[in-house]
């Protein structure tokens, strides 16, 4: 009996193991901007259930030729933002990404058809070790309530 419970798991794991990912985005938004806004910035979390730490290197979305890691900071009293080259997103943590905060700013988009509420667009995330994550951004008027 057992041999055969031992058996059944062997061939499950590894088809649980394809789809289990170390590294999760969750509840990726982007705010409603006016039609000409120059940037648009998206938020999301990162969470990291693996063992071992990695690192946000890039980002690139459909909509917009160049997407960039930011950070905001004080800078002699007065809030600026920066790119950033990489977020680290230790084992066992997770990095929000939010308003006044880390975003992914996607400088002048060519495609505006999704930035009002109740759009989305595609936003990838690259990983130094998960690789590629591709997410649906959803554009609302507001920030959502509860962050996971
Ligand atoms: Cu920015």
């Not at 933002?81 to 990404?97: K, L």
């Not at 880390?102 to 060519?110: R, T």
């Amino acid at each position: 009996m057992l041999k055969k419970v031992l058996l059944a798991l062997t061939l499950l794991l590894p088809a649980f193991m394809a789809q289990a990912r170390d590294i999760q985005v969750l509840q990726a938004w982007s705010q409603e901007l006016p039609p000409n806004a120059p940037t648009v910035a998206a938020y999301f979390t990162i969470r990291n259930d693996g063992n071992a730490a990695d690192r946000l290197l890039s980002a690139k979305s459909p909509i917009a030729d160049t997407a960039e890691i930011h950070q905001h900071m004080d800078s002699d009293g007065m809030m600026k933002m920066a790119p950033v080259e990489a977020v680290n997103i230790g084992a066992g943590e997770q990095a929000t990404f939010q308003p006044m905060g880390y975003h992914v700013m996607l400088i002048n988009p060519s495609d505006r058809s999704q930035l009002t509420e109740g759009g989305h667009f595609a936003l990838t995330l690259h990983f130094q070790k998960a690789g590629d994550i591709t997410v649906q951004v959803d554009v609302l008027k507001q920030a959502p309530v509860a962050a996971p």
